[in-house]
């Protein structure tokens, strides 16, 4: 399977608990709480109506999965998963190794890793033969306070902190200007004074995915 952010079919709930090796209840979790929207189908609007996901939908599901594991908030989780299509949205995924099949012939594409500093500093690390590359990414508390802050606001009319983290990909005056005041530039220096520090491997998720499909 290839990770790519389009599929024309899409996998089922049942499809893709059998792929993750994770109950559909977990994965159901994680629709409810927006950490995972599927983009081949929407959600569940009756009975009988099933949810279908695309193959990059699965790969955010192992992603947050992994990251749920080190018992970071399910909020923040749905906000990372948002940067991390954000991120994606602007380079090729072939072009950072996440095909394991281009990555063995070319061994000079980097790996991605996802870095949480300190439970709330996310950001990109893009590691290249001999040379480290940052990306910019995302103050976690600073922009939930932007969300609470902005919860059931009359004049924007958005009415809660569950539209903010689906809608944070739209191309909106008021989101934008809350990732910009939230944006986080790391600093290699500070970076190493993290009291805790998380790196999450995407290529090895992305690989893995493949390797079980």
């Known amino acids: 399977m290839n990770v790519s952010t389009k599929i024309s079919d ?3 709930m049942k499809e893709a608990e059998e792929r ?3 109950k559909q209840n977990i994965l159901i979790y994680l ?4 950490v995972v929207i599927p983009d081949v189908d929407d959600p569940p609007k009756g009975r009988g109506h099933v949810r279908r996901f695309s ?3 699965i790969f955010e599901f192992a992603t947050a999965l992994e990251i749920k594991e080190y018992n970071i908030k399910v909020a923040y989780i749905a906000i990372i998963m948002r940067i991390l299509k954000r991120f994606f949205e602007g380079h090729s995924m072939k072009q950072i190794g996440l095909d394991y099949e281009r990555f063995k012939k070319d061994r000079t594409l980097p790996l991605l890793f996802l870095t949480i500093g300190d439970g709330k500093y996310t950001f990109f690390r893009v590691a290249r033969p001999g040379n480290d590359d940052f990306v910019p990414g995302i103050d976690l508390t600073k922009l939930r306070k932007a969300f ?3 919860e059931g606001d009359s004049d924007t009319k958005k009415p809660n902190l569950h539209w903010w983290q689906h809608n944070l ?6 989101i934008q200007k809350m990732l910009k005041n939230a944006v986080y530039i790391p600093d290699e220096d500070k970076i190493k004074d993290f009291r805790s520090k998380l790196e999450i491997n995407l290529n090895k998720i992305a690989w893995e995915i493949k390797n079980e499909a």
């Open 10 to 12: 899409g996998f089922t």
């Open 31 to 34: 629709c409810e709480k927006n």
């Open 169 to 174: 990909l739209v191309d909106d005056s008021s």
């Open 20 to 22: 993750l090796g994770v």
């Open 55 to 57: 193959a990059y939908n």
């Open 148 to 150: 609470k802050k902005n």
